[in-house]
């Protein structure tokens, strides 16, 4: 395709010839840019769209990484809020509560989601599911809990092997933990 | 209100050398702060104007956001020091009618139904004012949402025209906002001449009214190409990255 960079408003394409897809809006029957971009025709499905050549919007899409905070802890599920998305440095638009279900919380058999997440844990999860709801699942190795809190003093977690251990009052608390537990910078997000 | 000021001389040029249906010097540069989602940074004239969109993201309060859109929440601020006498930092009245017709008219070109219950952030600082602000911070917002990555129908873009010494003439500076007889800004959507915003202030005939309004319109396709040479100025070397 030509590498000519396209305007908001411009017509790429009319709807006759093919689909809107992703930056692009359809008025008239005229196909228009949305954003800033590179017009690109995709030809397997007959879509006109639009590269942007600026920042955009994160949006979360199915198999996203993210990191989500635990909200609540109920007898089937988990209620975390979602705060980033891996390798996105714009905070998330639209909706960001997401549920996580027993049944997506580990390969084996988990029977209550509070042995697993507590309240204001910090976790890694992949997105399966985004419309009508945010489903998430921390299933890999490298998803689960990156950091926790003690449940009776609120004193961050320190891993111990297979277990999290509190420095302030030693109390030990089992957790799905993410391989790489307690080495991500959560502020350098 | 008579004043001994010329607002026009005797050859037609205007207190700054402008002929009637010319514009004030604009200067626009994209994508000018790291931590907004998108920025624009504007000169026209003597107003020097940063606009900053942050968003799309969660409406609050709650009770704001609109189940099938976004919002646009536009802020329009003028610097302390932006103007000859302190002003009085934070909004008042004149700021917070700007922010709202603002707000409005950006609303009209954004494709709000992609973000339901979502707010976009406009943020809009005068640093420096010389009449035509609201215009000029438009302009920038403009930019600054394309900057953003924000889906819309098309940049906005705003110019003004108005009455002084009797002639109806585009872009008024200080002294002939200060001392004319009306200013008429006027907001569109350059591909299609509609109209986002339109205010008035003074008083003018049907035929002086329809005049000024060709002329603002005509000054703001010219801003638009401007605005657009900016974006481009800003995106060509990413292209040639790719």
């Known amino acids: 395709m030509n590498n000519k960079i396209v305007m908001p408003g411009e017509q790429l394409s009319t709807s006759e010839e093919l689909l809107p897809g992703e930056g692009t809006f359809e008025e008239d029957g005229i196909i228009r840019a949305a954003r800033v971009g590179k017009y690109v025709v995709n030809k397997k499905y007959r879509r006109a769209e639009v590269k942007p050549v600026t920042s955009t919007p994160v949006l979360l899409k199915r198999g996203d990484i993210v990191i989500a905070k635990v909200e609540s802890v109920r007898s089937t599920m988990v209620i975390a809020e979602v705060i980033h998305v891996m390798g996105k440095n714009r905070s998330i638009s639209g909706d960001t509560n997401a549920t996580l279900r027993v049944s997506e919380i580990a390969k084996g058999y988990v029977k209550d989601p509070s042995t697993e997440f507590g309240i204001g844990d910090f976790i890694r999860a992949k997105v399966t599911q985004v419309k009508p709801s945010i489903q998430l699942e921390t299933k890999d190795r490298d998803l689960g809990a990156i950091k926790s809190l003690c449940t009776k003093c609120r004193y961050p977690l320190v891993k111990k092997g297979d277990i999290l251990e509190c420095k302030n009052c030693g109390n030990k608390q089992k957790r799905r933990i993410a391989l790489d537990y307690g080495n991500l910078d959560l502020d350098k997000l | ?242």
């Open chain 2, 1 to 242: 209100m008579e004043l001994d000021i010329k607002l026009i001389d005797d050859n037609g040029k205007r207190m700054d050398g402008r002929s009637a249906e010319e514009l004030r010097k604009i200067k626009i540069e994209a994508g000018v702060l790291h931590r907004a989602d998108g920025s624009c940074y504007l000169e026209w004239g003597g107003n020097k104007v940063f606009a900053a969109v942050y968003g799309p993201r969660e409406a609050i309060p709650r009770h704001t956001q609109n189940p099938l859109r976004a919002i646009v929440s536009a802020r329009y601020n003028m610097a302390a020091f932006s103007v000859e006498d302190r002003k009085r930092p934070g909004p008042d009245r004149r700021s917070r009618e700007i922010s709202k017709v603002i707000s409005e008219a950006l609303e009209k070109v954004v494709l709000t139904e992609q973000f339901p219950r979502s707010a976009i952030d406009v943020n809009i600082e005068v640093l420096d004012a010389e009449a035509g602000t609201r215009c000029a911070g438009l302009t920038a917002a403009g930019v600054a949402l394309a900057d953003a990555g924000i889906p819309m129908k098309d940049i906005p873009v705003a110019c003004a025209a108005g009455k002084i010494a009797g002639q109806i003439v585009i872009d008024l500076g200080k002294e002939e906002d200060n001392f004319g007889d009306a200013d008429l800004p006027v907001a569109i959507s350059p591909r299609t001449d509609e109209i986002l915003l339109l205010q008035m202030d003074g008083h003018l005939t049907v035929e002086e009214f329809n005049k000024a309004l060709d002329l603002a319109i005509k000054g703001c396709h010219k801003a638009s190409e401007i605005q657009k040479k900016a974006i481009m100025d800003k995106y060509q070397s990413v292209k040639g990255a790719e």
